[in-house]
């Protein structure tokens, strides 16, 4: 199975900040990543798909990077609904496999 | 729009089979793949399977062959079959479609999630 590396593993920041999450998948998964985000008691909601695609309704503060890899998750100018758990996905190879989470915490 | 719907027992017995079906209203299951997830209380994202409309499957081996996936067209619903179920498949269970059809991109939407407890 592929392993899906995220880091960090928690991360506090504040309004406005940007933030970057970092995965790592141990071996290439060419451009195959999606980005969730999970609120407390909710199913994840899909950001972003093939590493950069913006799914729709999304706001753009939201953007994804990488290939082979390593990929970024990206917010900028974070909002107070921005707070939540974020997964990473690959979708090359079977069994399609998730990262461990990443947690936004308010500073 | 697309909604899906996880219904089915909240709680199973050890050894038993737990059985869920995910109703999908606002259109059609063709075209599409469709999986199931689970995420045990506190942890992370597990998937399961999915299955095409035309019947065709994968599932994770860490679930070995107790898993079984099904598609009824004619309902458009969906259904999950996990055997020989432990404590250890305590879980939310989740639906989901991926996001274009006939592609494996990235899961969207998903069903509420319901959550199915195995205990005695």
New interface residues.
Partial sequence: DIQMTQSPSSVSASVGDRVTITCRASQGISSWLAWYQQKPGNAPKLLIYAASSLQSGVPSRFSGSGSGTDFTLTISNLQPEDFATYYCQQANIFPLTFGGGTKVEIK | QVQLQESGPGLVKPSETLSLTCTVSGGSITSYYW?WIRQPPGK????IGYILYSGST?????LKSRVTISVDTSKNQLSLKVSSVTAADTAVY?C?RE??PGA?????P????TLVTVSS
Avoid: C, K, M, T
């Avoid at chain 2, 994968?58 to 860490?62: A, L, R």
């Avoid at chain 2, 494996?104 to 969207?108: K, S």
């Avoid at chain 2, 998903?110 to 999630?113: D, I, L, N």
């Fill in positions: 999986s992370g994202l597990e998937w994968n599932h994770n081996p860490s989740y989901a996001v274009l494996i991109r990235g899961f969207d998903w069903g509420q999630g």
